[in-house]
């Protein structure tokens, strides 16, 4: 053993313990993890509202690319037995390429699920969870895409989804459900939109006959096209967002256009929602 490579564990601890290997995955950590806690986390720590989870996502932003940094240390300095038509050089350089491009994909896979957060989903009639229905929420400063999967939904019909977004949740007053906002926050319900709150299109189809249906959707920063109000998405990372799933009644008219709050056969119901806060 020569110090800087390594065939057995004991070797590969000494390895990734030398102060100049230290020095570069302890900076590619910092470095790293510092873009995206800022990226995913900070504003939610600002705001005074980091539980345990939150905390756990920041050790692990910082704690995963120190690990891939040091696999990717590991698999450059690995011992290999020089075969002819390959040099060791040359599969070292190989090895290394590869731990970065794992490093690369395992911290885009962090950032990727670090903000995303589920949620269940309830009945407007009485506030009762709808048994396996979940919503699913990812933002990022770019803004966010949720995915939501319910039943019990009138076959036939024309049913869509909504995203009501509270960009300001700090400045919200009517406490709804458990949640810190609710419809008392918005302008229509006479909010005095302390909030910055806005509505707009999510999804929207026929339901099938079972019942069941799954809506996804992406709302970028600033986006207001099928808006009903407000400036649409502006904090995506600090919003508290909920999703509204409104039935517009029987689709007896294959035209009919189901992308407007108001297009109704004959009256529009909200019949549930999602709440998912940061």
């Known amino acids: 053993m020569n ?3 390594w065939s057995t564990r004991r070797e590969a601890i000494a390895v990734i313990t030398l102060r100049k290997h230290l020095k570069r995955t302890a900076t590619i950590a910092s470095i790293v993890g510092t873009i995206f806690f800022s990226m995913n986390q900070l504003g939610i720590v600002l705001s005074g509202r980091a539980t345990a989870l939150v905390w756990l996502k920041v050790a692990l932003t910082y704690l995963t690319p120190l690990c891939v940094s040091n696999i990717g240390i590991l698999s450059a300095t690995r011992r290999v037995p020089i075969v002819p038509e390959v040099k060791a050089p040359a599969k070292r350089r190989a090895l290394a390429v590869t731990g970065i491009a794992a490093a690369l994909l395992v911290i885009l896979a962090v950032a990727a699920s670090a903000a995303s957060r589920t949620a269940g989903v309830f009945r407007f009639a009485d506030g009762s969870q709808v048994p396996g229905a979940q919503a699913t929420l990812a933002t990022l400063d770019s803004g966010a895409r949720m995915t939501l999967r319910t039943s019990e939904l009138p076959a036939g019909h024309s049913v869509t989804v909504w995203w009501v977004v509270f960009n300001e949740p ?3 007053i009517d406490v709804h459900a458990g949640f810190r906002c609710g419809p008392g926050d ?3 319900f006479g909010g ?3 909030a910055v709150t806005s509505i707009l299109y999510a999804a929207g189809h026929v339901v099938g006959g079972s019942g069941k249906a799954t809506f996804s959707g992406h709302l970028s920063t600033g986006d207001t096209e099928g808006a009903l109000f407000g400036p649409g998405l502006i904090n ?3 919003a508290e967002i909920h999703l ?8 007896e008219d294959p035209s009919q256009e189901i992308h407007s709050f108001g297009a109704c056969n004959p009256t529009c119901t909200d019949i549930q929602f999602s709440p ?3």
């Not at 509204?244 to 689709?251: I, L, S």
Request: hydrophobic share 15%; charged share 25%; proline share 19%.
């Open 3 to 5: 110090g800087s490579t």
């Open 170 to 172: 700090e400045n919200c």
């Open 186 to 188: 918005l302008p229509p």
């Open 192 to 194: 005095d939109d302390s």
């Open 236 to 238: 995506p990372t600090t």
């Open 244 to 251: 509204v799933v409104r039935d517009h009644g029987p689709k």
């Open 276 to 278: 998912l806060p940061q």
